[in-house]
């Protein structure tokens, strides 16, 4: 794409960094090879880690770069490329763990764990959804109860991405069952590996860098240090829940739409001009001419709406309209960029290990995971007090 003539000098610097880094460390049969095992590379990643960038959502003081949504959502862009391999952890360590630590930590937790996630050596998954309970997050039924000075935490986290590999569960859970649905929320960190914590795999057939889980806790006793926040934090796992880093979340799963919709549409418009048919480059023929247009077209709208959020979000300005959007918008398109890439490309599209056939059945998901798009469009309609 044409480079944007605005992006601060710094975030170009980071994206050709990370462009020569996944040229020499994520070639495309590196690629297929994760793809088949459904598994990620521990090796390339501390490599990555080592350039420094897991600390783009970390103030200085505890060893990150200082907080920088904008680089953090170029970096995303740029690793989404070459598919989740290293998009995805690096947003379990960055974002899951470093942006809703350093959000809404307590002083303790921040200095425990930011040095860490900054250092890309920790990673959290999401426990939010349940097996009955999916965009109404205020209805989650997991319990944590005190117990003298223990938290005991009982429940079922559904669809619990990267929990096979993650130090830590973000758990939601309801700490005040006579409390209004949404005062009496609590944000937990669960490590993985306590006792009373059982894992079990789900398959889907996208984003295939890690399973997907149901994360099963009985009678899990942690200690009170646990909440998230510490004292503060108990019942207030709503607001963690609905602010920032909330928005911030929503941007990085646009992030990653776009940053695989770009990839597609570079090897269509590629493959276009090699591909001879009826004499000439299929990019000749005007059919495909268009569908190419249409889709670099479309893939700039998706930059030019995803950057203005990210710029608000990174400015501290109120973003939730403008997440949403970017959200609903680019995850929409990415879909539509990457069928028509796949048409272009014909037959040898749907070869399994093909870049775009990874990149199709991944971007399909997208409109679904971190909020779908008709949540996006209710959540739009309510901040712009749309009449009911």
């Known amino acids: ?86 998009a995805g952890p690096f947003i379990h360590c960055a974002f899951y763990g470093g942006m809703n630590i350093s959000e809404n930590g307590s002083p303790e937790q921040k200095a425990i764990m930011l040095p860490k996630l900054a250092r890309g050596d920790m990673f959290f998954a999401y426990g939010l959804t349940e097996p009955d ?54 944000f937990i960190l669960v490590p993985l590996d306590a006792p009373g914590v059982t894992i079990t795999d789900l398959g889907h057939t996208a984003m295939r860098y890690t399973h997907s889980c149901d994360v099963t806790m009985e009678g899990v006793r942690l200690p009170a240090s646990a909440v998230v926040g510490g004292e503060a934090g108990w019942g207030r796992g709503w607001s963690m829940l609905a602010g920032r880093a909330l928005d911030v979340e929503k941007l990085e799963v646009a992030a990653v739409a776009f940053g695989t919709a770009r990839a597609c549409v570079e090897e269509a418009w590629s493959y276009a001009q090699m591909r001879e048919q009826f004499g000439r480059p299929i990019s000749g023929h005007q059919a495909v001419r268009h569908a190419l247009v249409d889709a670099r077209t479309k893939l700039e709208a998706c930059r030019h709406l995803l950057t203005h959020a990210a710029r608000l979000a990174g400015a501290g300005h109120p973003c939730g309209v403008e997440s949403s959007m970017a959200k609903l918008f680019v995850c929409e398109a990415a879909v539509e960029i990457g069928l028509a890439c796949q048409r272009v490309v014909g037959s040898y599209a749907l070869e399994p290990g093909c870049e775009l056939d990874r990149g199709v059945r991944d971007l399909l998901s997208f409109p679904i995971v971190g909020g779908s798009s008709n949540m996006q469009r209710n959540n739009i309609a309510a901040m712009l007090r749309l009449k009911s």
């Open 133 to 186: 309970v999916g965009g109404d997050l205020s209805s989650v039924r997991t319990r944590v109860r005190r117990e003298g000075d223990e938290l005991v935490v009982d429940g079922v986290k559904r669809w619990a991405t990267g929990a096979r590999f993650a130090d830590y569960l973000y758990c939601l859970c309801r700490s005040d069952p006579d409390a209004p649905p949404r005062a009496g929320l609590t």
């Open 1 to 86: 794409m044409t480079p944007d003539p605005f992006e601060p000098d710094h975030i170009r610097a980071l994206r050709d960094q990370i462009a020569r880094f996944i040229a020499a460390e994520a070639p495309p049969e590196r690629r297929r090879a994760w793809e088949a095992r459904q598994d990620w590379p521990r090796d390339v990643f501390a490599k990555l880690a080592a350039l420094g960038i897991c600390g783009l959502t970390i103030p200085e003081a505890y060893g990150g770069l200082g907080e920088d949504v904008a680089a953090a959502v170029a970096a995303v862009e740029e690793l989404a490329r070459a598919g989740t391999f290293l």
